[in-house]
């Protein structure tokens, strides 16, 4: 079956270092977005993309960065990490080329980042 | 730009109770719909959305909502919740054009046995 998964499950890492989040998407979809969700935040879009070579920023971007390099993956990538960037983090993808108004987002199993 | 705000960040409810969670939004353009529900330990899943035609939108488990233009609100509603309902429930807007999703900060809702 198509899924989408995310990799480490967990993960501890120590203030300033680099670290990159997995994501991977087996339905050929054509968007794929990064949230992170904090407590009394909800979620809140940190880039995305609506296919290779192609990525933006959302409303959180600042110390995170995505490349777009195939379909399935979009790794998300913490230059050097803030204790502020402790959270959980979701991927999701789309499939944006249906041609319908709008296409479900489907959303990976979630990140849970600690940085001490 | 678009907001979505849920007022009640925790809903305590009896099983079998019937049960509201709010939703209103903020837009200057058409906006398209959510509401998502996230189980304890798992990603979100979409429950029901509205994109046009009838205001009001049903789930394969009962949940509704009503998408009420001039009160800009879509509140989720269940006339009888079960333990299975405990989750997280997350609001969330959209334009035409545009697939980005706003989310609002959630609504944790408990059922009291």
């Known amino acids: 079956d198509a899924e989408i998964t995310q990799s480490p499950r967990h993960k501890i890492t120590e203030t300033g270092r680099q670290v990159t989040l997995a994501c991977h998407q087996t339905?050929?979809?054509?968007?794929m977005f990064w949230y992170r969700q904090d407590l009394g935040h909800g979620l809140r879009l940190i880039h995305y993309?609506?296919?290779?070579?192609?990525?933006n920023k959302g409303e959180v971007s600042d110390g995170y960065s995505v490349s777009r390099s195939n379909t399935e993956d979009l790794p998300l990538t913490l230059e050097s990490a803030a204790s502020s960037q402790t959270s959980v983090y979701f991927c999701?993808?789309?499939?944006?080329?249906?041609?319908?108004?709008?296409?479900?987002?489907?959303f990976g199993p979630g990140t849970r980042l600690t940085v001490l | 730009a678009q907001s979505v705000t849920q007022l009640d960040s925790q809903v305590p409810v009896f099983e079998e109770a019937p049960v509201e969670l709010r939703c209103n939004y903020s837009?200057?353009?058409?906006?398209?719909l959510f509401w998502y529900v996230q189980y304890p330990n798992q990603g979100l899943q979409l429950l029901l959305k509205?994109?046009?035609?009838?205001?009001l939108v049903e789930s394969i488990n009962g949940f509704e909502a009503e998408f009420n233009k001039s009160q800009t609100s879509f509140h989720l509603r269940k006339p009888s919740v079960h333990i299975s309902d405990t989750a997280e429930y997350f609001c969330?807007?959209?334009?035409?054009?545009?697939?980005?999703?706003?989310f609002g900060t959630g609504t944790r809702l408990t059922i009291i046995p």
């Open positions: 339905w050929n979809h054509n968007n």
């Open positions: 969330a807007v959209s334009v035409f054009g545009n697939e980005k999703l706003t």
């Open positions: 993309s609506y296919g290779v070579q192609d990525t």
């Open positions: 999701a993808s789309s499939e944006g080329t249906s041609g319908r108004p709008y296409n479900e987002q489907f």
């Open positions: 509205y994109l046009s035609g009838s205001t």
């Open positions: 837009s200057s353009v058409s906006v398209y």
